[in-house]
């Protein structure tokens, strides 16, 4: 990947290319005042987005938290969690990167439709989501039967399965982003690279992952931050059980049933790993590229 | 054409104003006889009921009785599990009846005062044991089920079923370890359905409910772990007359009728 950098067309050198942005661009506009027509609904969104944050915050248990979080079960479901949405991630990473590259640089008959079928579990209620995994995975599934009839293995109310589950709706917002970011990345880099004797998959390799890292770093953010609060698909697959399936999510859902106090705490902590993480994440990649 | 269709408006007239006449004297009828204070006038409008998820099958049934017999109201559901439910209606959401799956979950409405009386048992429920069609595990009690290598899921505590099945297993002094916690009964029961898992704890109007997806299995431990379902009217009530007509309605012989073919027990 570093090695890439420095023999590919240079697409992130300093030199104009198609992706270098304009230097700065925030310094020059900040002394010009925004139209008034898009400030205030501007305003109104971020408000919108933000107060129930800020809710939490006003009505959490602030003096019994220390005793709710220092709680095994709380740091068992987030190490879970942390784990399983990272797994997902990466084997997001692994079919989801392809898939992009498939639909964005190939031409195939009923392309339009596969890329409407792989966008589904976006618009999928996640607990149909779970169920139709259930139907596809489970132990009596059309696929699990034989899973488990020659391999011994079963997929449901196990971490696999929080980790298939969390992949299955958060994959297409990987695939969404790294398309995007295919159509966007200019072809040519690869012909060229092709015409000097490069294979496609070198040109894939060498020549377009480099180019859209930042779009793939985009996208894998996406995905691993809506793995990690990824509910209905995970309880209907995974079920529940601590330790091994309950997620931080199902920790909080469960936890509001008797106890919306410690479900408020809960979430605190997830947001503000969650926020930690991506933060992070923004520093060392978004900015690099 | 106008001239023809005159006479015929007269006459819709007339009969409408019959209609009206023998309406006013049905209702005035009804009134004196009932004589309730609360719901003096008929019922109308929409009414939105938050149930237990077991009484799903029943409710839905006696709702639609409900508008039968009281042309112009509408009855809504909201199933689901009794403290979801309970926490919706304790911050505000607009329920104007409550049932609920356990004593304890009413507790938390009415500790809020956020019912408009006293809540009343309705029906009673006991545990079963769902396994496959055919009992291929040959489960006959609860102890059966902590046999290794069988899939069983539970409720999750937090549940009443799951609380009701916590109790059972203390009374046979049996510790059992489930592949999973579910949210509320509907979905133990779906993963027997689905075959993921061999046996769940659920409620026997749950086993009846599902037909032959699922065979029952009593034992003797429910006995101990009998859950009462408590029905109340809500002080927030957008629709306080239809409320109690439907309270009437669950508690009369016909409701009693509805409810314990669903599998539930007398109060």
Known sequence: ???????????????????????????????????????????????????????????????????????????????????????????????????????????????????????????????????????????????????DAWFGITLPFTTTGVVLAETFVAMPFLVISVEGTLRAADPRYEEAAMTLGASRFTAFRRVTLPLIAPGVAAGSVLAWARALGEFGATITFAGNFPGRTQTMPLAVYLALQNDPAAAVALSLVLLAVSIAVLAGLRDRWMTAS | MTTRSAPRTRRTLRTAGAGVAALLALSGCSSAGSGDAGSSSEPSGTLTVFAAASLQESFTKLGKTFEKQHPGTEVTFNFGGSDTLAASITSGAPADVFAAASTRTMRTVTDRDATAGPPRTFVRNRLEIATLPGNPDRIDSLEDLTRPGLKVVLCDRTVPCGAAAQSALRTGGLRLTPVSYEEDVKSALTKVVLKEADAAVVYRTDVRAAGDKVEGVEFPEAVEAVNDYPIALLRDAPNPGAAGAFIDLVKSAEGRKVLTAAGFLAP
């Open chain 1, 1 to 147: 990947m570093t090695g890439a950098r420095a023999q590919g067309p240079a697409p992130a050198g300093p030199g104009p290319g198609p992706h270098a942005p304009p230097r700065r661009p925030a310094r020059r506009t900040a002394g010009r005042r925004a139209p008034l027509p898009l400030l205030i609904p501007a305003a109104a969104g971020l408000a919108f987005l933000l107060l129930p944050l800020l809710a939490l915050l006003v009505r959490a248990p602030w003096r019994s938290l220390p005793e709710q979080l220092t709680s095994a079960e709380v740091w068992q479901a987030l190490r879970l969690s942390l784990v399983c949405a990272t797994a997902a991630t990466v084997l997001s990473l692994l079919i989801g990167v392809p898939l992009a590259w498939l639909l964005a640089r190939t031409d195939f008959p009923g392309r339009g439709l596969v890329r409407a079928l792989v966008t589904l579990p976006l618009v999928l209620p996640p607990v149909v989501g779970g169920v139709a995994l259930l139907l596809a995975f489970g132990r009596n599934g059309v696929v699990g039967q034989w899973l």
